[in-house]
């Protein structure tokens, strides 16, 4: 089932969704300040490729300090958009009873994008 889930996330617009972190977190790696951002927008996009299966999670002896402050920076920045974009498209698709599993995907995304660091995909 996840299989055709993920499948129908890809030609629904996941495709798009990742190729947008993706490109972001190309350029976010062009100095050395954005590494850190760009690396959490791959992490994003991975997980925005294939979402039904997987989750986002707390690694290690997460959340810690570093973490902390690298989420604060990400939402004083103006990444808490992009977690306002998956919470929008989240209530568009549970509209419809066919499209409440990808709304809840975007749930997920939501919460993976606004606190990104010290996640793990698993």
């Known amino acids: 089932m996840n299989g055709i889930g993920n499948i129908l996330w890809l ?16 350029l976010m790696c062009i100095t050395i300040v954005g590494i850190p951002f760009g690396v ?14 997987h989750e986002l999670v707390d690694g290690p002896n997460q959340p810690g300090c ?29 509209i419809t009873i066919v499209g409440i599993p990808f709304g809840l995907q975007h749930f997920k995304m ?8 010290g996640k793990e995909i698993r």
Do not use: D, R
Not at 17 to 26: E, F, N, P, T
Not at 40 to 53: D, E, M, R, S, V
Not at 72 to 93: R, S, T
């Open 66 to 94: 570093l973490s902390t402050v690298m989420n604060l920076i990400w939402i004083l920045a103006g990444w808490w958009e992009i977690a306002a974009l998956h919470l929008f498209f989240g209530l568009i698709f549970c």
């Open 11 to 26: 030609v629904l617009g996941g495709i798009l969704i990742a190729l947008v972190y993706y490109l972001v977190g190309i």
């Open 110 to 117: 939501a919460i993976g994008s606004i606190f990104p660091f």
């Open 40 to 53: 959490q927008l791959f992490k994003i996009g991975t997980y925005a490729l294939w979402p039904f299966g």
